[in-house]
């Protein structure tokens, strides 16, 4: 057996191709090692979001180069957004490269190697053959209890901080009966939780399904118990899905809907297409059909122009809101966004500052949204063994990490818990 050494950076959408890629692999021999020492190939699946996240695939074939002179043979290949975006430049900056795979070609991995394999050069794809893929790649060999299935792809939005339209290009949705098959797979293989993905997974439409009509779909599957989405715009929250909140058992009281900021300016700057006020009345909506629902979002600070006002409307908006949890940023320049060249770039320390101010808000609604749990008796997923011996770990409802005393065998199945205590980043309960 050779072995295969994947390792994935950035989203969930990343996490989702790496399995596939690795179970393309299979058939040609390859079995997935967790350490590049060793391994015959190796495949970086990248993340071009922020800075950051792409410098990261640099010093990691930096770190490659030694390992391949001294394994003769090893390939590796730079795959997902980096990919995309850099394309050639890749083997131009990092000759230890053999090849360079977009998220909507990899499923070509295989006549790749053999490319490779007859020193025919280096193999570069980066074509957007979309849908393509998804014919080709065989079904899902395992799951874990909570399973990422991909429904929608790409992104026509176009807010001017993002490089995902240039990545994953223009949005397109699979067909409704394809994801209900691999649904299925995934549920036979042990999978009780789905989370569907998509970069704008709420403008899914299979041919005329909407996300809501897929979500009832699905929850007609035996044995499966739970259903999540993410990540969502605002503009795309139609009325189906919100009523499905309402009415859809299986779907779980939890969205991911990021707002970015909570300045009209910003908001405007940003081509989100809608104010901030847009926003508060649709989360009032989405919770009165769902009066639990624990909201999340994505914030950007610094974003070019914004001003002291600004980056206070941004915390209004969180307090207006309460967030079970969110996810923060300093705006990154990418090469080709609108923003990149926009005057009046936010100085570095005062976008250090203000997320520094948000990220504290943010924690003690987090907090304060753990300690609303504290003594209540809440459905758990099981979803795997703990650190600690006898603990198992699973979610609420809510996707909160919880801890419990538990047997091995309640793994895949939910049980009543009574949640006891906060620690820093999960909850603690006992079976009820
Ligand atoms: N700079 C900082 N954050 C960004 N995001 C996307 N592009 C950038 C950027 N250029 C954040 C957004 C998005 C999340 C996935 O990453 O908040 O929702
Ligand atoms: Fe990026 Fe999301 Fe905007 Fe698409 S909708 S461009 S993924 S922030």
């Not at 989203?11 to 021999?29: E, F, I, R």
């Not at 050069?121 to 990422?148: H, M, R, W, Y």
């Not at 300016?265 to 989405?286: C, F, G």
């Not at 609303?372 to 006898?390: D, M, N, W, Y």
Request: hydrophobic share 40%.
């Amino acid at each position: 057996m050779k072995k295969v050494f994947v390792k994935t950076y950035g989203c969930q959408m990343n996490a989702y191709d790496s399995v596939k890629m690795t179970d393309l692999l299979a058939p040609l021999g390859y079995a997935a090692t967790d350490a590049p020492a060793g391994a015959d190939m190796v495949i970086l699946n990248t993340c071009h979001i922020r800075e950051k996240a792409a410098e990261k695939v640099y010093s990691e074939l930096g770190k490659l180069k030694q390992l391949k002179r001294d394994r003769e043979g090893m390939l590796i290949a730079v795959a997902g957004c980096v990919a995309q975006a850099e394309g050639e430049e890749i083997v131009r900056r990092a000759p230890v490269v053999d090849m360079v795979v977009g998220p909507q070609s990899y499923h070509r991995l295989p006549e790749m190697i053999a490319r490779a394999a007859r020193s025919q050069g280096k193999a570069i794809e980066t074509d957007f053959p979309a849908l393509e893929k998804f014919d080709t790649l065989a079904p899902p060999q395992s799951s874990g209890v909570s399973s990422f299935l991909t429904v929608q792809e790409g992104c026509d939005k176009f807010c001017t901080f993002c490089v995902v339209p240039y990545t994953r290009g223009a949005e397109h949705s699979r067909p409704a009966q394809a994801i209900l098959t691999e649904a299925c797979q995934l549920v036979e293989k042990g999978a009780r939780e789905l989370v569907l993905l998509g970069q704008n997974v709420n403008a899914y439409d299979g041919d005329g399904w909407s996300l809501a009509r897929l979500c009832d779909a699905l929850a007609g599957i035996d044995g499966l118990q739970r259903i999540r989405y993410t990540t969502s715009h605002p503009r795309d929250m139609a009325d189906d899905l919100i009523v499905a909140h309402g009415d859809n058992p299986k779907l779980m009281p939890y969205l991911h809907l990021p707002v970015q900021s909570g300045s009209d300016a910003m908001l405007e700057a940003m081509n989100r297409q809608h104010k901030a006020d847009d926003y508060r009345r649709l989360v009032d909506r989405i919770r009165n059909a769902r009066p639990d629902i624990a909201m999340t979002s994505d914030f950007i600070v610094g974003f070019p122009g914004e001003s002291d006002a600004d980056f206070e409307a941004t915390m209004q908006l969180v307090r207006d809101i309460g967030y079970a949890t969110a996810f923060s940023f300093k705006y990154s320049k990418r090469p080709g966004t609108p923003a990149s060249t926009m005057r009046k770039q936010v100085a570095e320390d005062v976008k250090a500052a203000r997320l520094d101010a948000l990220q504290k808000l943010l924690l003690s609604q987090q907090h304060a949204f753990d300690d609303s749990q504290i003594s209540k008796t809440l459905p758990v997923l099981f979803e795997k063994t703990a650190r600690e011996a006898g603990q198992l770990m699973g979610r609420t409802p809510y996707l909160q990490p919880v801890h419990v005393m538990a047997d091995a065998a309640l793994i895949g199945t939910t049980a009543n818990v009574k949640i006891e205590r906060r620690t820093a980043n999960s909850l603690h309960g006992v079976l009820a």
